[in-house]
């Protein structure tokens, strides 16, 4: 059985920055990346950023670029979000997530019970 605890969210002020962990256990080797998805109340789940656990290869989507960095420890079976410069319309909750990362395509599976992220002007 699949199972991701995330932690690591808070409130923080515009600029300041916020490190989420996702430690996960239980999934299959078909499942070879992990990563991050955020979703505000009565909006979609929007792609925040993912790393494949084989060759840590990285995505991150255009809105985060350059602020957040995903990263892993193969050993502990966590991955890690490091969030800077946060903006205000970074708030949301995030979730972790599994997923297949082949031929350039992403497909998002398990998902933790999220935590959240609120960023204040």
């Known amino acids: 059985q699949v199972q991701l605890v995330e932690s690591g969210g808070g409130s923080v002020q515009a600029g300041g920055s916020l490190r989420l962990s996702c430690a996960a256990s239980?999934?299959?080797?078909?499942?070879?990346?992990m990563g991050w998805q955020r979703q505000e109340p009565g909006k979609g789940r929007e792609e925040v950023a993912a790393?494949?656990?084989?060759?840590?290869?990285?995505y991150y989507a255009d809105a985060v670029k350059g602020r957040f960095t995903i990263s892993q420890d193969s050993a502990k079976n966590t991955v890690y979000l490091q969030m800077n410069s946060l903006k205000p319309e970074d708030t949301a909750m995030y979730y972790c997530?599994?997923?297949?990362?082949?031929?350039?395509?992403?497909?998002?599976?398990?998902w933790g019970q999220g935590t959240q992220v609120t960023v204040s002007s």
């Open positions: 790393i494949r656990t084989s060759d840590g290869s990285t």
């Open positions: 239980g999934y299959t080797a078909s499942e070879n990346c």
């Open positions: 997530r599994t997923c297949a990362w082949y031929i350039g395509a992403i497909n998002y599976n398990y």
